[in-house]
């Protein structure tokens, strides 16, 4: 029958995505009890006065211990289920028949230490679902009735000019909220219902549905989802879908359904089992027809039990799981590695996996043709303060080009244009173009006859008194695309995954550059979640092995939908890591190499395992049917053929000859 993997008792997780895994008391019992029977049984032969208890001592252990695993593949063999371990429960059946209780017990040790190794290589099932629905809104800021005090300040900073009086804000739980009320969102809080924006003007953080690391500016009249988050000024929002409907709930939905209409995989020795079992049998009639011994029978059937299908996977899988965590690659449980082994398509989020997935700032320009250096310092000087994505990279540019950055005095945050301040006895600002065109008037003129590139990023204007005059000139934000990439696709194609495509949230305009530098010719922006998923699926119907990379919630569907999903997690995973069966702790997409090449040696060494061990069982089969080997001698001869099989599968665990 095929053993399902008992829940493992788990620790909370990391920030990194890995999870402690420890195996219950419970499912280590079996093979420990069966230990201390034989071993209590053959001492009991040692003391004259107590030899004669040791075969009742040995067989009543048969049968209790031998019992629960017979009914266990005889329930499965009900359900239709003939696996790898029919043999074994015919082995212990027939041990209990003939009163050979030695040769069954190790039969049993056998049988539950294998399982016991299944379940450790399982590891843990997922918890993306749990994880998302946690991190949803639970409260939205409903505008009802006529405010007062407090609540009318705060209403009057994102509602339309003179309905301030008109409304109060009340907290009511998201799900309570219906189309057609207005909800505030303050800075920092997530949207919890789709909505059009009526009052307000801010930046939103959308690459938890997107991807794209930068913030998206709105204003009234934009349509705003569900799960992106406020970031500079409070916004006054129609709602236009309940929480229920929107699209995070969407998002939560399809990753429940994506796990639940996944196709658990066929263990490897299940496969094997499907005609070595009828060998089996058939080597069983043999040797009874030239003898009519049972004992014979149950000689063939302890030497055939295929213990080397039992183990050699898991062990193998175990040895990869841990070269995988050497290599900063988390493999969640050995159906993941297994499928590793299989895909032979790899599909990319774009943003955070081939890109950095933070926004860096490309360009800086004046004007006027000017040294941008002054301009860089003085935008850091006022950006210092700031927790703002564009204000950090600012600095971080300055930094890195080694300039010194000056006191800011006089800082003023202009909510959702900019910020404003004093250097050095210099005014300085940096923000839309209106603001620093307002206050800079001598640069009026030089900002209106700057003409807008058309090759995407984010602009950030910047304007620094003078002496006589105001230089003016522009800050380019934008996402670098990671390093060694061609040659990393290079390389997977040489691992035999010779399509790739590139699925993202972020524009067309912006992914077909990077797909082009790559050679990726199925590249499509623009995409939602549940799109995402949808092409996935499409790959998978066409008969192809999916290889899911993203690192994002919005990643998340389609990494559970994949054949094998895998996180990038450096920074945190969250939700995309629990959904995806591999975790890179590496900020380095190219460790999805590592991830496939251990895969492939994992199994590569479990099915070499398993031929030799079947080769050598089927071996001795052929000498038990002629009557050379007994049942104890047999069993015997079994534990031998598992050592070195385990052996052999041992080497998944270690590096492959020449390599570090």
């Known amino acids: ?261 996944k196709s658990p995989i066929q263990r490897m020795a299940d496969r094997w089992a499907i005609w070595f079992t009828p060998v089996t049998l058939v080597a069983c009639a043999i040797a009874w027809a030239i003898s009519d011994d049972p004992q014979r029978v149950l000689a063939v059937l302890v030497v055939a039990t295929p213990c080397p299908l039992l183990l050699a996977t898991p062990v193998a899988v175990i040895g990869g799981i841990n070269r995988a965590a050497r290599r900063q690659v988390i493999v969640r449980n050995g159906t993941a590695l297994e499928l590793l082994a299989r895909v032979d398509t790899a599909v990319f989020d774009k943003t955070g996996t081939l890109t950095h997935g933070r926004p860096e700032v490309t360009a800086v320009e004046t004007l006027d043709g000017t040294a941008t250096e002054p301009l860089l310092r003085a935008a850091a000087a006022i950006e210092m303060g700031s927790g703002h994505l564009l204000a950090r990279s600012v600095v971080e540019e300055t930094t890195r080009r080694g300039l010194v950055i000056p006191a800011a005095t006089d800082i003023v945050e202009h909510a959702g244009r900019g910020v404003t301040g004093r250097i050095e006895g210099r005014r300085v600002s940096i923000g839309n173009r209106a603001l620093v065109a307002d206050l800079h008037p001598a640069a009026h003129a030089t900002l209106d006859a700057h003409i807008v590139p058309t090759n995407g990023g984010l602009r950030a204007y910047v304007a620094l008194d003078g002496a006589d005059a105001t230089a003016a000139g522009v800050i380019t934000f934008g996402d670098r695309m990671r390093a060694d990439l061609p040659a990393f696709f290079a390389r997977l194609r040489g691992l035999g995954l010779t399509r790739t495509v590139l699925l993202s949230g972020d524009h067309a305009e912006n992914v077909a550059p990077i797909a082009a530098h790559l050679g990726i010719t199925d590249a499509r922006g623009d995409l939602l979640p549940d799109e995402k998923v949808a ?42 890591a629990e959904a995806a069966g591999v975790v890179l702790l590496a900020d380095d997409v190219t460790r999805v190499e590592d991830a496939v090449r251990i895969g492939r040696r994992a199994v590569a060494i479990a099915r070499q395992s398993i031929v030799a061990g079947l080769v050598l069982s089927g071996t001795a089969m052929v000498v038990a049917a002629l009557g050379f080997i007994p049942p104890t001698a047999g069993a015997l001869l079994q534990e031998g053929i598992d050592v070195a099989v385990i052996l052999n599968a041992l080497r998944a665990a270690a590096p492959p000859p020449g390599s570090a």
């Open 1 to 261: 029958m095929t053993v399902a993997a008992t829940p493992a008792t788990e620790r909370p997780a990391s920030p990194s995505g890995r999870r402690a895994f420890h195996l219950p008391l419970a499912a280590a019992m079996p093979p420990l009890q069966t230990l201390a029977v034989l071993v209590f049984g053959l001492a009991l032969r040692l003391h004259p006065a107590l030899a004669r208890w040791s075969a009742p001592t040995l067989l009543t252990g048969l049968v209790l211990l031998g019992a629960p695993v017979a009914w266990r593949t005889i329930r499965g063999m009900l359900r239709g289920e003939f696996a790898a371990d029919v043999v074994a429960m015919l082995a212990i059946v027939t041990a209990i028949v003939l009163r050979e209780p030695i040769a069954g017990l190790v039969i049993v040790l056998m049988q539950t230490g294998g399982e016991l190794l299944e379940r450790y290589a399982e590891g843990r099932a997922s918890d993306a679902v749990r994880a998302l629905e946690a991190a949803a809104p639970r409260i939205a800021h409903r505008l009802r009735g006529a405010g007062t005090g407090e609540a009318r300040a705060e209403a009057a900073t994102a509602v339309p000019d003179g309905d301030a009086d008109t409304f109060d804000i009340e907290d009511v739980a998201a799900e309570q909220v219906q189309v057609g009320d207005r909800i505030l969102v303050r800075p920092g809080e997530m949207v919890p219902c789709d909505a059009e924006v009526v009052a307000g003007s801010s930046a939103l953080d959308t690459s938890r549905i997107t991807g794209e690391p930068l913030p998206e500016r709105v204003g009234p009249g934009a349509t705003v989802r569900s799960g992106v988050v406020n970031i500079s000024s409070p916004l006054t929002l129609r709602v236009t879908a309940p929480a229920r409907d929107s699209l995070y709930a969407r998002i939560v939905e399809l990753v429940r359904t994506a796990q639940a209409q």
């Open 535 to 576: 092409a996935v699926r499409a790959l998978e119907a066409s008969g192809y092995r999916v290889l899911m990379v993203g690192d994002g919630t919005n990643d998340a569907p389609a990494l559970s939908a994949a054949t094998v999903g895998v996180a990038l997690a450096a920074h945190g995973g969250g939700i995309s």
